[in-house]
Protein backbone atom coordinates (compact mmCIF):
# COMPACT_ATOMS: atom_id res chain seq x y z
CA UNK A 1 0.00 0.00 0.00
CA UNK A 2 1.21 3.59 -0.69
CA UNK A 3 0.78 6.30 1.60
CA UNK A 4 -1.83 7.95 -0.29
CA UNK A 5 -3.73 5.19 -0.13
CA UNK A 6 -3.25 4.76 3.63
CA UNK A 7 -4.85 8.30 3.87
CA UNK A 8 -7.28 7.70 1.23
CA UNK A 9 -8.02 4.08 3.48
CA UNK A 10 -8.00 6.36 6.78
CA UNK A 11 -10.67 9.10 4.96
CA UNK A 12 -12.74 6.24 4.25
CA UNK A 13 -12.79 4.90 7.29
CA UNK A 14 -13.22 8.02 9.33
CA UNK A 15 -16.66 8.66 7.44
CA UNK A 16 -18.87 7.12 9.98
CA UNK A 17 -17.21 8.78 13.09
CA UNK A 18 -17.83 12.51 11.03
CA UNK A 19 -21.47 11.36 10.49
CA UNK A 20 -22.33 10.28 14.01
CA UNK A 21 -20.20 13.71 14.95
CA UNK A 22 -22.39 15.70 13.15
CA UNK A 23 -25.34 14.12 14.77
CA UNK A 24 -23.77 14.31 17.88
CA UNK A 25 -23.14 18.21 17.44
CA UNK A 26 -26.47 18.73 16.58
CA UNK A 27 -27.63 17.46 19.52
CA UNK A 28 -25.26 19.24 21.76
CA UNK A 29 -26.13 22.47 20.07
CA UNK A 30 -23.16 24.27 21.87
CA UNK A 31 -18.96 23.68 22.08
CA UNK A 32 -18.10 22.14 25.13
CA UNK A 33 -14.11 22.06 24.54
CA UNK A 34 -13.13 19.21 26.52
CA UNK A 35 -16.73 16.44 25.57
CA UNK A 36 -15.69 17.23 21.98
CA UNK A 37 -11.76 16.49 22.40
CA UNK A 38 -13.13 13.52 24.57
CA UNK A 39 -15.22 12.28 21.95
CA UNK A 40 -12.85 13.05 18.98
CA UNK A 41 -10.46 11.05 21.13
CA UNK A 42 -12.84 7.92 21.80
CA UNK A 43 -13.20 8.18 17.72
CA UNK A 44 -9.78 8.57 16.55
CA UNK A 45 -8.67 5.66 19.44
CA UNK A 46 -10.57 3.05 18.52
CA UNK A 47 -10.01 3.51 14.78
CA UNK A 48 -6.41 2.88 15.12
CA UNK A 49 -7.21 0.07 17.88
CA UNK A 50 -9.06 -1.84 15.84
CA UNK A 51 -7.04 -2.24 12.94
CA UNK A 52 -4.22 -3.39 15.71
CA UNK A 53 -6.66 -5.76 16.74
CA UNK A 54 -6.99 -7.41 13.81
CA UNK A 55 -3.45 -7.20 12.96
CA UNK A 56 -2.88 -9.37 15.91
CA UNK A 57 -5.61 -11.40 15.74
CA UNK A 58 -5.77 -12.18 11.84
CA UNK A 59 -3.59 -15.52 12.09
CA UNK A 60 -6.34 -17.17 14.71
CA UNK A 61 -9.88 -15.88 13.83
CA UNK A 62 -10.19 -13.75 10.21
CA UNK A 63 -12.22 -16.27 8.90
CA UNK A 64 -14.84 -15.68 11.35
CA UNK A 65 -14.64 -11.87 11.25
CA UNK A 66 -15.19 -10.97 7.85
CA UNK A 67 -18.61 -13.08 7.72
CA UNK A 68 -20.26 -11.00 10.55
CA UNK A 69 -18.40 -7.56 11.26
CA UNK A 70 -20.70 -6.21 8.92
CA UNK A 71 -23.98 -7.06 10.93
CA UNK A 72 -22.56 -6.62 14.27
CA UNK A 73 -21.96 -2.75 12.95
CA UNK A 74 -25.19 -3.05 11.57
CA UNK A 75 -27.17 -4.59 14.61
CA UNK A 76 -25.14 -1.49 17.21
CA UNK A 77 -25.92 1.14 14.94
CA UNK A 78 -29.30 0.31 14.18
CA UNK A 79 -30.06 -0.27 17.66
CA UNK A 80 -28.99 3.06 19.05
CA UNK A 81 -30.59 4.83 16.10
CA UNK A 82 -33.97 3.10 16.76
CA UNK A 83 -33.71 4.23 19.88
CA UNK A 84 -32.82 7.70 19.82
CA UNK A 85 -35.76 7.59 16.53
CA UNK A 86 -38.44 6.42 19.36
CA UNK A 87 -36.80 8.80 22.02
CA UNK A 88 -37.73 11.82 19.46
CA UNK A 89 -41.57 11.02 19.37
CA UNK A 90 -42.06 10.19 22.75
CA UNK A 91 -43.90 13.44 25.04
CA UNK A 92 -41.41 16.15 26.67
CA UNK A 93 -42.15 14.64 29.63
CA UNK A 94 -41.72 11.12 29.04
CA UNK A 95 -37.97 11.70 26.94
CA UNK A 96 -34.96 10.78 27.91
CA UNK A 97 -32.27 12.99 25.57
CA UNK A 98 -29.53 10.69 23.83
CA UNK A 99 -26.74 11.95 25.52
CA UNK A 100 -23.51 11.82 23.10
CA UNK A 101 -21.51 12.66 26.68
CA UNK A 102 -22.93 9.59 27.91
CA UNK A 103 -19.91 7.33 28.58
CA UNK A 104 -21.64 4.60 27.77
CA UNK A 105 -23.19 5.87 24.42
CA UNK A 106 -19.78 7.19 23.53
CA UNK A 107 -17.99 4.02 23.68
CA UNK A 108 -20.87 2.14 22.43
CA UNK A 109 -20.45 4.60 18.80
CA UNK A 110 -16.76 4.70 18.53
CA UNK A 111 -16.63 0.70 18.45
CA UNK A 112 -19.90 0.62 16.18
CA UNK A 113 -18.17 3.25 13.98
CA UNK A 114 -14.47 1.14 13.67
CA UNK A 115 -15.83 -2.03 13.58
CA UNK A 116 -14.95 -1.85 10.02
CA UNK A 117 -11.35 -0.83 10.74
CA UNK A 118 -11.23 -4.23 12.46
CA UNK A 119 -11.78 -6.03 8.92
CA UNK A 120 -8.90 -3.35 7.75
CA UNK A 121 -6.23 -4.77 10.47
CA UNK A 122 -6.52 -8.10 8.95
CA UNK A 123 -6.28 -7.23 5.68
CA UNK A 124 -3.14 -5.48 6.55
CA UNK A 125 -2.23 -8.88 7.79
CA UNK A 126 -2.72 -10.43 3.88
CA UNK A 127 -1.12 -7.89 2.19
CA UNK A 128 2.60 -8.88 3.97
CA UNK A 129 2.24 -6.43 7.08
CA UNK A 130 4.46 -8.45 9.09
CA UNK A 131 5.79 -6.42 12.27
CA UNK A 132 4.50 -3.75 14.77
CA UNK A 133 7.38 -1.12 13.35
CA UNK A 134 5.16 -1.32 9.71
CA UNK A 135 1.75 -1.59 11.50
CA UNK A 136 1.85 1.47 13.18
CA UNK A 137 2.34 4.22 10.90
CA UNK A 138 -1.19 3.69 9.14
CA UNK A 139 -3.12 2.66 12.19
CA UNK A 140 -1.40 6.54 13.63
CA UNK A 141 -2.70 7.87 9.91
CA UNK A 142 -5.96 6.33 10.68
CA UNK A 143 -6.53 7.12 14.13
CA UNK A 144 -5.24 10.89 13.59
CA UNK A 145 -7.61 11.54 10.41
CA UNK A 146 -10.54 9.81 12.28
CA UNK A 147 -10.04 12.61 15.47
CA UNK A 148 -9.78 15.40 12.88
CA UNK A 149 -12.44 14.62 11.16
CA UNK A 150 -14.63 13.56 13.97
CA UNK A 151 -13.81 17.12 15.39
CA UNK A 152 -15.16 18.76 12.19
CA UNK A 153 -18.01 16.87 12.33
CA UNK A 154 -18.53 18.01 15.95
CA UNK A 155 -18.03 21.63 14.80
CA UNK A 156 -20.11 21.06 11.68
CA UNK A 157 -23.16 19.96 13.48
CA UNK A 158 -23.13 22.67 16.58
CA UNK A 159 -22.80 25.41 14.05
CA UNK A 160 -25.75 24.45 11.25
CA UNK A 161 -27.64 21.83 13.34
CA UNK A 162 -29.53 24.34 15.32
CA UNK A 163 -32.00 25.03 12.52
CA UNK A 164 -32.65 21.71 12.19
CA UNK A 165 -32.80 20.77 15.62
CA UNK A 166 -35.57 23.70 15.99
CA UNK A 167 -37.77 22.58 13.50
CA UNK A 168 -37.41 18.50 14.33
CA UNK A 169 -36.38 17.10 17.07
CA UNK A 170 -32.83 16.39 17.00
CA UNK A 171 -32.48 12.69 17.92
CA UNK A 172 -34.73 11.78 15.27
CA UNK A 173 -32.06 13.45 12.91
CA UNK A 174 -29.10 11.00 14.74
CA UNK A 175 -31.52 8.44 14.68
CA UNK A 176 -31.83 8.69 11.21
CA UNK A 177 -28.26 8.73 10.72
CA UNK A 178 -26.98 6.39 12.83
CA UNK A 179 -29.60 3.91 10.92
CA UNK A 180 -28.38 4.69 7.81
CA UNK A 181 -24.78 3.98 8.48
CA UNK A 182 -25.53 0.75 9.34
CA UNK A 183 -27.81 0.39 6.48
CA UNK A 184 -24.85 1.52 4.43
CA UNK A 185 -22.07 -0.83 6.06
CA UNK A 186 -24.18 -3.86 5.59
CA UNK A 187 -25.07 -3.20 1.73
CA UNK A 188 -21.72 -2.40 1.26
CA UNK A 189 -20.39 -5.90 3.17
CA UNK A 190 -23.03 -7.68 1.19
CA UNK A 191 -23.21 -7.03 -2.45
CA UNK A 192 -20.36 -4.88 -2.98
CA UNK A 193 -17.06 -6.74 -1.48
Request: hydrophobic share 60%; aromatic share 12%.
Amino acid sequence: MTNLDIWLLAVGLAMDCFAVSIASGIIMQRIRLRLMLSMAFAFGFFQALMPLIGWIGASFFSHLIEDIDHWIAFAILAFLGGRMVREAFKDEDCRHEFDPANLKVLLTLAVATSIDALAVGISFAFLGTYSITTILPPIGIIGLVSFVLSLAGLLFGICFGHGIARKLRAELWGGIILIAIGTKILIEHLFFS
